[in-house]
């Protein structure tokens, strides 16, 4: 049985991510101070002994004795981490120095949650990650994008000072289950307008494609990467490579949902990619073979009858 702390473990990917731990037969600690995430997401671990839900804010230094660190902890969704730029900074900067400073007193792994938006609005397609991307420093998006790319360097520099053990992973966009309502994601916002027969609202022309990843999917590649040799560190891109519009994707959501929405377009946001595909290749060689499993209309079904309950609750 390991001991494994889960920053940001009552996120949506956190919350995947402590409950298949758990059913591995570890012991989980989440560590969250609620800001995105949310206590609803845990409930139905919370009465596991094995499970501990701790309230705290990873700017802030945190003991314990750990064998692993999952450093999750961050708003991921534009909306959320541009409400307080200089914080969501802060988590992912003060965040990694002070996981990164547990996991060397404690000699435990520790990996990160990186970003495919570490290759902004890349000019490479698909993105290997050998791709140093095309971020604007000062946009919009910066606070996040540039927060995670000091963070892969802390994280870098702490295995090249100290001997640290880290893993790098760079997540590309993901869905399902546990997923914030309101946090303006586009398969989770295009859901709840079909559930309710809303408009549709579609960024752009609905021409700029995207790769959708299944929640499962990734827990399993970061659970891999987790326990590879010492000698891999990453970084290496986890996403699901099949790349959808926008369009293709509310004609997809309406159909499954039977929806009598329609579709009404608004101006694309500033800094937003036109294009987003992972290169996998890495993750296929290195995590076993790993490749996403599940694809959209299989997954997006799962996530239809999540948000269903939510809608019928609230
Ligand atoms: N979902 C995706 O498609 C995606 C893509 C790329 C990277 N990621 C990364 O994966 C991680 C998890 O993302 P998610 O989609 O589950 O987002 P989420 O917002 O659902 O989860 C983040 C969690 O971190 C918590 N948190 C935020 N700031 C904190 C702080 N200072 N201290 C402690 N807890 C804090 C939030 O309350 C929340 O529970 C993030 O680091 C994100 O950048 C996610």
Known sequence: MKKILVTGGAGFIGS???????????EVISLDNY???????????????????IRHDITLPFFIEVDQIYNLACPASPIHYQKNGIKT????????????????????????????????DPQVHPQPESYWGNVNTLGPRACYDEGKRCAE?????????????????RIFNTY??????NDGRVVSNFIIQSLQNKDITIYGDGS????????????????RMMNTSDDFVGPVNIGNPNKFTILELAEKIIELTKSKSKLVYMPLPQDDPLQRQPDI??????????????QLEEGLIKTINYFKKIITNT
């Open 16 to 26: 995947h991510l402590c409950e298949r731990l758990l059913n591995e037969g570890n």
């Open 35 to 53: 800001f995105t995430g949310s206590k609803s997401n845990i409930l139905h671990l919370l009465n596991n002994k094995y499970f501990e839900a």
């Open 89 to 120: 900074i802060k988590t992912s900067v003060m965040g990694a120095i002070n996981m990164l400073g547990l996991a060397k007193r404690k000699k435990a792994t520790i990996l990160q949650a990186s970003t495919s938006e570490v290759y902004g």
């Open 153 to 169: 360097t802390l994280f870098m520099n702490y295995k090249e000072q100290t001997n640290t053990r880290i893993k790098i992973v």
């Open 176 to 181: 399902g289950p546990n997923m914030h309502p």
């Open 208 to 223: 700029q494609t995207r790769s959708f990843q299944y929640i499962d999917d990734l827990v399993e590649a970061l659970i």
């Open 281 to 294: 290749s890495l993750a296929k060689e290195k995590l076993n073979g790993w490749e996403p499993k599940i």
